[in-house]
């Protein structure tokens, strides 16, 4: 099972998938700021002074994270970076879903209106671990 | 994990956020650092009977203003304003306040024409599905950016009015 995920192949789909999601994710949200803002402060856990510079900070972190880790760069902190965030989303996902919020998920910014929920948590859950065997099994590429 | 995973991820966060405030400055869309909260004023029924449409220049703040349910049906009997459903379509041919318009907020931005031709004189009476949602927020804002002055919003939405079973249709 460990050879298998180690297998070259399923490293480079995995890690295609995982930062490709985060590309598409990051650049709608980055462009457009002010409706990411929004979205952030649906979830009601930040405080207003937070929110402005959450929307403005974690589209870029997606995008350099994703960026990176599709050319293999930095391979290790890249697929630590981006699993740590679905992991985060995913809490946040499950707070709103326990305080019966009906919000939307911001997820890819306005170009998808899914609202929070379960099949949400789903796909994140699925994408961890994706995140997790590249993070776990990729070559060690950071000891440069 | 290694030191130096940990090294290069705090490289990367501090880049991103570099990148992010420095896009944010030069981008025309972007954001203050701090948001601005929004503390909209409730409007009575007497400010959408007075005759003469808002004039003055729309504070960014305050460029909608508040209705509760009662505010709402009172305009909706005496058919002082419209009401626009700020859902999508399918959630607005499923069920919404009888009479509605639709201006779907997700993809406001690709009708600016049609809904620029909108009549500016009239009232208009925003909603979505409840106090969850911020689409008539949204959407009011939107609105606002086209020059319309005569926007309420009605925050209960959808839930409030259907709860209190006033008038609904679909399609």
Redesign the interface.
Known sequence: MISLLKNNKIQLGSRILLAAVFIFAGIEK??????F??AV??YRILP??L???T???I???E???GI?LLFGK?I???S??LTALLIVFNVLIIVAILR????ECGCFG?LD?QMVGLQKLAENFFLIFVGLIVYKFSPDS??E | ??R???N??AL??I???L???T??FI?P???????K?INLKTAGIEQLISKSPKTETIDEVEFASIVDLATAYGIYEKELAVFVDGR?NWDFAEGRIKGALNIPE?NFDDHLKKYSAMDRSLNYVIYC??E???IST?LAKKLSELGFKNLYIFPGGWDEWTAANFPVEHD
Do not use: H, Q
Request: hydrophobic share 50%; proline share 4%; aromatic share 10%.
């Open positions: 980055a462009a457009n700021p002010g409706d803002s929004v402060s649906n207003l002074f929110i402005n510079i929307a403005i900070f589209p870029w972190l995008l350099s994270s990176l930095w290790k902190a890249n630590l970076i019966g919020l009906d919000i306005t209106a950071d000891v | 994990m290694s130096n995973t940990l290069k991820v990367v966060f880049a991103s956020f990148l992010g405030l896009y944010n981008s869309k972007g954001i203050p650092l701090i948001a909260e999508d997700y599905g409840g969850d949602c911020d949204r």
